[in-house]
């Protein structure tokens, strides 16, 4: 992610006396000339707009939201533009922000949204014809939005030119343009947080970063960082193998979730849900054993917060563990006032509203199947499964009693009931706290995309467990979906006795079950 402001390369944009007068020098101070005839027209090398810049419709935009409107079909293809493959319609405007010069105003330009139905590209310029100076966006979020999305801060009173094409020339169509004008546009700040280094394996750290801050426009977006040694100086790291470029000094990343709309928030970045550095600290042990971390704020037009020093050596305590500033809770626990981890309150009374299930021993050597059904409807979770993260409606929640005896577990959300919806199921030992449990307790996809169900296996199962079920689904649901989750009991046999070689009905505990005798060995 590059997070250099771009658009202050804009900012010239707002002086309009840049054209100088057409002047005469005479080569000597010698006063006024004599009247001379007049000369006869002749031709002159005056520049004529073509191509998309030949019919530029401008605009004057007011504060708040207001939809412009335009077609690319069948349009020029003469600007060069600096993102997208090119060889598409292209269709140029011009944009007049409000006020004066003294004023300062955040502007977003939009195309994911209304009627645009192709893949766009979008750049703003401060001349029709020329690209520099000006920037492009692709992809507003690739591969889930491949429409167009800008952002910058201007003065009032700034002219510029925004080009429509799409990324190629396949791309083209009607466009609708999302123009907002945002008045008194407030950087974020930066009020706390805590940096973990988190063992995501038996051999990998990455780095758990949580910040607390506030943003009056509630725009925050995410956290640059760097990593400091105990003299305070930058710690680099060759990111991209080559020795021949510099090393890499800062990291920019966007929240885990977004906090989109808050005015305060704690907004994490790491490696929970899989939202984890692109590249394993333990491949740069000088960046795991870094004293401090320069942390700042960014938000959806790149305003910075001041800078703050985090400590890098914040070590993760468990549930009931004593907590800190030095001494920080896994992400889906809080720590109470009593200064120890603790499940939030919230997560506490969903899982007293847990349904229990008692499963059945199964007799006479083969598995036993029993079928809960339910539905999940509008509404907002609260936990967080560890192998996709926080998902946007509830959970279907089951507190679950294995018999004595020596069994696997094995549960699914595939069937008639579920059909094709897109299920995440995980296990808890302790309900609400997903820290504790293997990766392997979570599971998202069975077969993606022809099976997005979800299947969930604990081998030689004892005692109870707690699964959530949830709907891996954008945006909040309108009305309920229902939902089946099957619990398996599958005995584990002993030496000699009669097994399946599939390994449906039951499972050898001393190896697999031959196909020839069918018998464990």
Avoid at 104 to 118: E, I, K, P
Avoid at 311 to 331: I, M, Y
Avoid at 389 to 416: H, K, S
């Amino acid at each position: 992610m590059n997070l250099a402001r771009l658009s202050t390369l804009l900012l010239c944009w707002a002086l309009t006396a840049c054209d100088s007068p057409t002047t005469t020098d005479a080569g000597t101070d010698a006063g006024p000339a004599p009247d001379a005839p007049a000369a006869p027209d002749v031709p002159r090398d005056v520049p004529v707009a073509t191509g998309a810049c030949s019919d530029v419709t401008s605009y004057e935009l007011t504060i708040g939201e207001q939809t412009l409107s335009g077609d690319t079909t069948d349009g020029p293809t003469d600007l060069v533009l600096t993102c997208g493959e090119g060889g598409s319609p292209q269709e140029a405007i011009e944009i007049v922000l409000p006020g004066t010069s003294s004023d300062t105003y955040g502007l977003v330009l939009s195309t994911a949204s209304g009627d645009t139905m192709f893949d766009t590209v979008l750049e703003i310029r401060p001349t029709c014809e020329d690209a520099e100076g000006g920037f492009c966006n692709d992809d507003e979020n690739y591969p889930d939005e491949v429409r167009s999305t800008l952002r910058t801060i201007l003065p009032g009173g700034t002219r510029a030119f925004v080009v429509v094409s799409g990324y190629n020339a396949d791309e083209s169509g009607a466009w609708d343009l999302r123009a907002e004008v945002v008045e008194n546009v407030n950087p974020p700040s930066l009020e706390g947080g805590t940096a973990l280094m988190v063992a995501t394996s038996e051999f990998d750290r990455e780095l758990r970063l949580t910040v607390r801050g506030g943003d009056a426009d509630g725009d925050a977006a995410g956290a640059i960082f760097e990593f400091l040694d105990a003299t305070g100086a930058v710690i680099g790291a060759n990111t991209d193998g080559d020795t021949a470029t510099p090393d890499q000094t800062e990291f920019g990343y966007y929240f885990a979730e977004s906090v989109e709309g808050m005015t305060t928030f704690t907004g994490t970045i790491g490696p929970i849900g899989g939202f984890g550095m692109d590249i394993p600290l333990s491949d740069f042990p000088a960046l795991v054993g870094a004293s401090e971390l320069r942390v700042r704020l960014f938000d959806g037009f790149e305003q910075q917060s001041a800078p703050m020093l985090l400590p890098g050596a914040a070590t993760q305590v468990a549930l009931g563990e004593a907590c800190d500033a030095t001494n920080v809770c896994p992400l889906v626990l809080e720590c109470g006032t009593a200064a120890v981890c603790e499940i939030p309150a919230a997560v506490v009374s969903a899982c007293a509203a847990a349904t229990e299930v008692t499963l059945v021993a199964p007799t006479g050597g083969t598995s036993t199947l029993q079928t809960q059904d339910g539905a999940i409807g509008p509404g907002e979770g609260v936990l967080l499964a560890p192998c996709q993260g926080a998902t946007d409606g509830l959970e279907l929640l089951y507190a679950v009693t294995v018999p004595a005896g020596d069994f696997d577990l094995e549960v699914f959300t595939a069937g008639t009931r579920t059909g094709m919806a897109d299920t995440v199921l995980y296990a808890m030992r302790t309900c609400g706290d997903t820290s504790a449990s293997p990766v392997a307790f979570c599971h998202d996809d069975a077969n993606y995309p022809d099976d997005v169900t979800s299947i969930v296996t604990i081998p030689n199962a004892t005692g109870t467990y707690t699964f959530a079920v949830e709907l891996y689904v954008d945006g909040a649901l309108t009305a309920d979906v229902p939902l089946g989750i099957t619990f398996r009991l599958r005995p584990v046999l002993t030496t000699g006795a009669a097994c399946d070689p599939m390994g449906v009905e039951n499972r050898c505990g001393t190896g697999d079950c031959p196909s020839a005798t069918m018998l464990c060995p």
